[in-house]
């Protein structure tokens, strides 16, 4: 089975500074990892995905993060943080095969400070 | 990428009625589509696995009675919440993915009992 951590329930940051979302995942076969933002009471948005290939992922609104196998870790940054990144960011892994059955961390809320 | 549709983006009902929630891949067919809940300020967890002309597989603790899945065609899946009470309102999203590629998500439903 899979499962993904993330330690962090809330990051404060201030704005201008640069912010790192960690994720660790557990898994005994080949992954797809995601990083996916939510907005209050809005729906999921896709920051950005790791399939295969290259392991530095390049994503939306500035955000970029590492794939490191032999850690297996996940880690989200961005080098100069908005207001408006204030939200909650969800880490997600599924298998590379099959239909994509997707298993979420508990989410960190990043709180920009002005 | 592919496009899953959700509907409805909100939905109000008073507490002894049912709801129906509908997913639909548009560009492609998903003979496998997941539901996922979201109660407030909490990770998004796998409900039930949604299987084109077969039974649904429901996660531990989700009780099938409540919350039925027909997956009549291999476009659309749909989540009736029977008899919703209060504690039932929260975000419902649904996913399915083309074969060989990662998950796609509706843009979600936001269900509140009242």
């Known amino acids: 089975a899979q499962s993904v951590t993330q330690l962090d329930s809330q990051v404060p940051v201030f704005e201008e500074a640069p912010v790192e979302l960690r994720c660790n995942y557990s898994s005994s076969v080949s992954v797809y990892l995601f990083w996916y933002v939510q907005y209050p009471n809005q729906g999921l948005q896709l920051l950005l995905k790791?399939?295969?290939?290259?392991?530095l992922v390049k994503g939306i609104n500035g955000f970029e993060a590492e794939f490191n196998k032999s850690q297996t870790s996940f880690h989200l940054r961005k080098p100069s943080v908005h207001i408006s990144d204030t939200a909650e960011y969800f880490c997600?892994?599924?298998?590379?095969?099959?239909?994509?059955?997707?298993?979420f961390g508990t989410g960190t809320k990043l709180q920009v400070i002005p | 990428g592919a496009v899953v549709s959700q509907h409805p983006s909100r939905v109000i009902c008073k507490s002894g009625t049912s709801v129906k929630i509908e997913c639909r891949s548009l560009?492609?067919?998903?003979?496998?589509m997941f539901w996922y809940r979201q109660f407030p300020k909490q990770s998004l967890m796998l409900m039930a696995t949604?299987?084109?002309?077969?039974?649904?597989?429901?996660e531990q603790g989700v009780e099938k009675d409540k919350f039925l899945i027909n997956h009549a065609s291999l476009t659309l899946s749909t989540l009736t919440v029977t008899s919703a009470h209060p504690e039932d309102s929260s975000f419902y999203i649904c996913?399915?993915?083309?074969?060989?590629?990662?998950?796609?998500f509706g843009q979600g439903t936001r269900l509140t009992v009242v």
């Open positions: 996913s399915a993915s083309p074969q060989g590629t990662e998950a796609f």
């Open positions: 560009d492609f067919q998903a003979t496998t």
């Open positions: 949604s299987n084109e002309g077969s039974k649904a597989t429901y």
């Open positions: 790791y399939l295969s290939g290259s392991t």
């Open positions: 997600a892994v599924s298998y590379s095969g099959g239909y994509q059955k997707v298993t």
